[in-house]
């Protein structure tokens, strides 16, 4: 269905696919892997982020800090001698479209006019598991058929990642080493941080927002122990033929965090906490990977 019939149709997209795993659990991973696969269309951005914009935060894509991404992210540079006019022209209109007003349902759907032949457009954002169950009805009221894809990891294992990470890419690197207890703890509590944590409650408005056939949730651990398996069930879930990636994107890695241990006492900080969250995964139906029970969901407090 292209533009014209989705406008006449009153909606945005015939076919949405929207991941929305937390933060660190692999999702940049199934970004760069699905990307491949001729039946979906990404825009140039991976996160537009603007379902959490309209539902949750209308700062989110301001004017501000579109120019700032634009700027930083998006304005291409490039060796005329050897750029392709066609690539550069595209990123330009993207651009441009990007940096348009107003932002609403219009624009949202301006950022995938390049789609052509391909079936969904996809958006991975992590920011949209912050919806709340009434934004989902909303959404899906959008397209014709949507499809969100929710990922999960060792909760202990991601909340150490993510707090790497941010600490790499603000330029607080040297603060794994310096920290003590109280100061990680106070970091990874701050909302910003910590509610990417919150498996169970995103569960929970996914359940109450979505029918079944709309969602589907996966584990970090299982996507890494059968890469294949897991990027058939993918496909199945959209409905569209399978794909053969190349091994050598499956063996790649991205946005990997620094390199340094996790102090000893980093996992006790949340041990109540995550072991809480365990549970609610448990009562939403899903059965752990063992590594989780190993490592991060024995609420020893409760014995």
């Not at 929305?20 to 699905?34: D, E, N, P, Q, S």
Request: glycine residues 4%.
């Amino acid at each position: 269905m292209n533009a014209d019939t989705n406008a006449k149709s009153g909606k945005l997209f015939s076919h949405l696919f929207l991941s929305i795993g937390a933060m660190k659990a692999g999702t940049t991973w199934l970004y760069a892997v699905l990307a491949r696969h001729p039946a979906l269309h990404f825009a140039m951005e991976k996160e537009i982020h603007y379902f959490y914009h309209r539902y949750v935060d209308q700062s989110q894509l301001n004017e501000t800090r579109r120019l700032s991404e634009a700027r930083n992210r998006y304005l291409p540079r490039f060796d005329p001698a050897t750029a392709n006019i066609d690539a550069v022209r595209h990123n330009l209109h993207w651009i441009a479209n990007y940096l348009s007003r107003p932002v609403d349902d219009f624009w949202y759907r301006n950022l995938f006019q390049m789609r052509d032949k391909e079936i969904y457009a996809c958006d991975f954002s992590n920011l949209h598991a912050l919806l709340p169950a009434a934004a989902w009805p909303r959404v899906a009221g959008h397209t014709d058929q949507l499809r969100v894809l929710y990922t999960m990891r060792d909760p202990i294992k991601r909340l150490w990642s993510h707090t790497k990470f941010h600490l790499q890419i603000s330029g607080q690197i040297e603060n794994l080493t310096n920290w003590t207890a109280a100061e990680f703890e106070g970091f990874v509590r701050q909302p910003h941080i910590w509610k990417n944590a919150e498996y169970g409650e995103v569960l929970r408005n996914l359940r109450d927002g979505l029918p079944k056939q709309s969602r589907k949730v996966i584990f970090y651990e299982d996507l890494h122990r059968d890469q294949r398996g897991i990027l058939r069930q993918i496909e199945t879930f959209l409905e569209i033929e399978p794909f053969h990636y190349p091994q050598a994107l499956l063996d790649r890695r991205f946005t990997e965090s620094v390199k340094h241990p996790m102090p000893e006492f980093f996992a006790d900080l949340f041990a109540r906490d995550v072991a809480r969250i365990c549970r609610e995964v448990e009562q939403e139906g899903f059965e752990l990977p063992q590594s989780w029970s190993a490592n991060a969901c024995a609420d020893q407090s409760l014995s």
